[in-house]
Structures are given as C-alpha cells and as structure tokens.
C-alpha cells in the first residue's frame, strides 16, 4: 500500500497544481488511480478522487476570492444547480457506462484546442456581452450541463468551466479560473455526498490525498495570480491538449 500511496500522492500534487491555474486536474489524478488500484469498481475509484479535488479546488477558491472580483449572485446559483446536477451524474455513472460519451467529449474538445490557439486575444480581456439576468440564465443552464458532465466523466471539467466564463460570459482568463472553482468545488461536493453516502470511497488513500492536492492546489492559485492571463491562456491550451490525447488513446487503443 505504500508505494500506491505515494505514486497517488504525487499525482494528486500534480492534479491540484494544473486544476488550481485552469482546471483539469482530473486529467492526472483520475487516471492514475484507475491504473494503480485497479481492483476496486471504478464508481469507488471515482468517489475516493472527488475528496482530495474538493480540498485542491476550494484552497485554490479561497487565493482567487483574496484578490479576483466574483460576480456573487451567479455563483450562488451556478453553484446550487450544480451540486445537484453533480449528485445526478454520479448516481448515474454507477448504473450505466459512460463510454459513449468520449468519442462526443474528443471532438469539442479538438475544437477548443483550435479556436483558443487561433484566436490570440481569447480570453486576454475582459468584455461585457451580457446583462445580469440573462448571466444568470445562461448560468444556469451551464451549470446544470457541467455538474452532471463532472458527476458522471470528470475530467475536463474545470477547463469547461473556464472556456465557458470566456466565451459566453466575456471573463479574461484570470476572472474565468477564479469563478470556475467555485462552481467545480459545488461538483464536487455533490459528487461527495453520494458517493460517500453510497459507500465508494477510500478513505485511506482519499485523505493523503486530499493532503497532497491541497498543497498543489496552493501553489498553482498563487502561481496563476501572479503570471495573469498569458500564462493562464498558454496553461489552458496545454490542458486541453492534454486532455485530448487521453481521450483520443481511450477511444482508439483501450
């Protein structure tokens, strides 16, 4: 058990580091114990990651709230739908496979790696393209998409969350990361109650973990604040390039 626990330890550092400045610390984290404890259903497996990225996400949270301004009202309801969307999808992800998602996950997330790297000014500047109520709509709907996305699959979700806050609510880069972990540590806490609830966790290696992610997770916020949108943007295309090729090695060698 001790050598699962480090190579898990290191990876959950590694998780709430990236996750921390763009999300996608999934990428790392969850495969890692889905190929050290290989044992275990992967529904268990599933519930004992979302503890140690609950704590990266809301020390990473808490940095960006010091210093980013935070659009209180949305997150409030973003953060609601959320957590229920995210108890949905994991409920569901002990039922059905969810498999037949990546193939669809693949090709939008191909699409985000070209128009981020073709579009220079993306994310780089904030733009007002909403009023308030119609934010709140179209958070809501988002949110509701998201959660159970992160309930269900996982990864990538956070990086989700940071493209949407840019593409449709007109956020820079820094503003996108810091509101993306609220609503991804709402995720995640729903995911939480259900899976802990339902008995699919380890908590053995879950709190070491959580130890470990926190750390990173520090780190990387701080990081991230101080290098601003640039780094931001260029860590973001890294992420999701990153993403794609899991995805694309799930889809076509396993």
């Known amino acids: 058990m001790a050598d699962e626990l480090i190579v898990l330890c290191i990876a959950a550092f590694a998780a709430g580091f990236i996750d921390a400045i763009v999300g996608g610390g999934g990428l790392v984290q969850t495969p890692a114990t889905l190929v050290v404890l290989p044992q275990y259903p992967v529904a268990t497996l599933l519930g004992t990651t979302k503890i140690p990225s609950f704590l990266g996400t809301a020390i990473a949270a808490i940095q960006y709230a010091k210093r980013v301004p935070l659009n209180r009202k949305l997150l409030l309801t973003m953060c609601s739908i959320a957590f ?45 393209k909403r009023t308030p109520k119609h934010e709140l709509l179209i958070g809501a709907v988002f949110a509701l998409l998201v959660g ?20 449709l609510l007109g956020f820079d880069f820094l503003r996108a990361s810091a509101h993306a972990k609220f609503v991804n540590m709402a995720t995640n806490v729903g995911s939480i109650v259900f899976f802990s609830g339902s008995g699919h966790v380890l908590y053995q290696y879950a709190l070491p973990m959580a130890v470990c992610n926190f750390t990173g997770a520090f780190f990387g916020a701080r990081l991230a604040i101080l290098k601003g949108n640039a780094f931001i943007r260029i860590f973001f295309l890294i992420v999701v390039i990153g993403t794609i090729i899991r995805f694309g090695y799930v889809i076509f060698f396993k």
């Open 84 to 128: 229920a969307a995210a108890y949905a999808g994991s409920k569901v992800v002990t039922l059905v496979s969810n498999s037949f998602m990546k193939p669809i996950i693949f090709g939008v997330l191909i699409l985000v790696a070209l128009y981020t790297y073709t579009k220079k000014d993306f994310g780089n500047n904030a733009q007002v």
């Open 148 to 167: 159970f996305y992160d309930g269900f699959i996982g990864p990538g979700a956070g990086s989700f969350l940071v493209l949407f806050f840019i593409s």
